[in-house]
T-cell receptor, first 115, second 114 residues
């Protein structure tokens, strides 16, 4: 079946602009995670959704970052007033959350470049 | 909170040589342990995981990792590497309870030389 998809694959924007990054999880997966991977670093957790609600947003760096998942499937990560430091690969992962352990399946990521 | 330290940012080895990628973690609660692999121009893939039980876990392509609770380590090993193992390897942990969000190390770039 289809894996996690993310669009766009690449996004170039100018400092101060608003961007939206989209994640389509695996069908039926109730849990969805966003991570950010800066150059030369491992991915860092941003936010976790269980269904439609953000169950843990402790990783969002500041109030310029916001994410939604209105119907419990597709999620959008929104970044306002982008800064050069926001440049990174943004990864989305989904998992079924049906037992004590639930593997996270990652999408290919969106590479965001802020000029 | 958890943290993960990968002691080597880059590891060059010759083909068919053994390799060990080191990983240490810190956590005040029980955790699951993982190794993820990122091949060039591809997404993150789960390589192997430790959830409970036997401390030695294996992948389908010959890698193994051993959970050492006293040393808080989860080193990844392979007795004989191939060119196709060239990739970035990430060690990660997650809490057993709750969101199970992953905490990653900084990654180790494994380069295989012919």
């Amino acid at each position: 079946g289809a894996g996690v998809s993310q669009t766009p694959s690449n996004k170039v924007t100018e400092k101060g602009k608003y961007v939206e990054l989209r994640c389509d999880p695996i069908s039926g997966h109730t849990a969805l995670y966003w991570y950010r991977q800066s150059l030369g670093q491992g991915p860092e957790f941003l936010i976790y959704f269980q269904g439609t609600g953000a169950a843990d947003d402790s990783g969002l760096p500041n109030d310029r970052f916001f994410a939604v998942r209105p119907e419990g499937s597709v999620s959008t990560l929104k970044i306002q007033r982008t800064e050069r430091g926001d440049s990174a690969v943004y990864l989305c992962a989904s998992s079924p959350r049906v037992g004590s352990y639930n593997e996270q399946f990652f999408g290919p990521g969106t590479r965001l470049t802020v000029l | 909170a958890q943290s993960v330290t990968q002691l080597d940012s880059q590891v060059p080895v010759f083909e068919e040589a053994p390799v060990e990628l080191r990983c240490n973690y810190s956590s005040s609660v029980s955790v699951y342990l993982f190794w993820y692999v990122q091949y060039p121009n591809q997404g993150l893939q789960l390589l192997l995981k430790y959830l409970s039980g036997s401390t030695l876990v294996e992948s389908i392509n010959g890698f193994e990792a051993e959970f050492n609770k006293s040393q808080t380590s989860f080193h990844l090993r392979k007795p004989s590497v191939h060119i196709s193992d060239t990739a970035e390897y990430f060690c990660a942990v997650s809490e057993v309870q709750g969101a199970q969000k992953l905490v990653f190390g900084q990654g180790t770039r494994l380069t295989i030389n012919p």
